[in-house]
């Protein structure tokens, strides 16, 4: 609520519940699964997660799309 208003629900098709007890869990088995589908580098700190990659040529460029591909939700 801001200045009284208040936003509609919407329903959330991804991620992990917030403030729950088993939220953090969650998040965690999410996160360190990335590296068993990617090729690129998983980089992870707290609730941020980076793949990296250097791109030095088309194939390096296709690799990385996979890997955000395969790790995107659908």
């Known amino acids: 609520?801001?200045?009284?208003?208040?936003?509609?629900?919407?329903?959330?098709?991804?991620?992990?519940?917030?403030?729950?007890?088993?939220?953090?869990?969650?998040?965690?088995?999410?996160?360190?699964?990335?590296?068993?589908r990617v090729k690129s580098t998983v980089l992870q700190y707290a609730d941020a997660v980076v793949l990296h990659r250097t791109v030095s040529s088309e194939d390096d460029c296709r690799s990385l799309q996979e890997d955000l591909d395969n790790i995107a939700v659908r």
């Open 1 to 36: 609520m801001v200045d009284g208003y208040l936003s509609d629900d919407q329903p959330v098709k991804s991620g992990v519940p917030q403030g729950s007890v088993l939220g953090p869990t969650f998040f965690t088995v999410a996160a360190n699964s990335l590296s068993t």
